[in-house]
């Protein structure tokens, strides 16, 4: 089981336990907690040093600044409650797909995604290439396919 909460089955829950449920406990804990850093950091959500500031995503939610420092830093060993991730993804201006759905290799479910996978190019990725741009955080929002597009090619020119 991956939440110690025995009785507290929702489908929030479950959506939330799917989504994940590919990873061990332990890495799903360190996984969200990454993704949570990640969007701290995209959002400048960091302190003088880089590090996630913590007490400002507490703020944004509504909650002590330790509890923030838990989630960010996988010290709870378990996955916050599913509607403590949403009220994260919230105040990170994310959806709870974007802060969880990677973990278990779901790809983002918009239009723009679906007629870049369509393209030729889109058509052509490797499985690494195409979990990579699934997974990836953007900051302004949804991207169009000219985005994945620069963004697979950006990868491609990279590797080689």
Do not use: C, H
């Not at 500031?53 to 960010?72: E, F, H, S």
């Amino acid at each position: 089981m991956i939440f110690s909460v025995p009785n507290r089955q929702s489908p929030e829950e479950d959506s939330v336990r799917e989504a994940v449920g590919a990873l061990s406990p332990e890495d799903q804990v360190t996984y969200v907690a990454e993704r949570i850093r990640d969007a701290m950091e995209r959002r400048g959500w960091t302190d003088a040093l880089g590090k996630p500031d913590v007490k400002r995503l507490a703020d944004a939610m509504g909650v002590r600044w330790q509890t923030a420092q838990y989630w960010v830093e996988a010290r709870n060993k378990q996955l916050p409650r599913p509607d403590n991730l949403r009220r994260i993804a919230e105040a990170l201006g994310m959806t709870l797909e974007q802060l969880i759905g990677a973990a278990s290799g779901q790809e983002p479910e918009t239009d723009a995604w679906r007629s870049f996978v369509q393209s030729d190019l889109g058509g052509s990725m490797t499985q690494a290439e195409r979990q990579a741009l699934a997974s990836m955080l953007w900051p302004n929002g949804d991207p169009d396919t000219a985005a994945y597009r620069m963004v697979l090619l950006t990868l491609r020119s990279v590797a080689s």
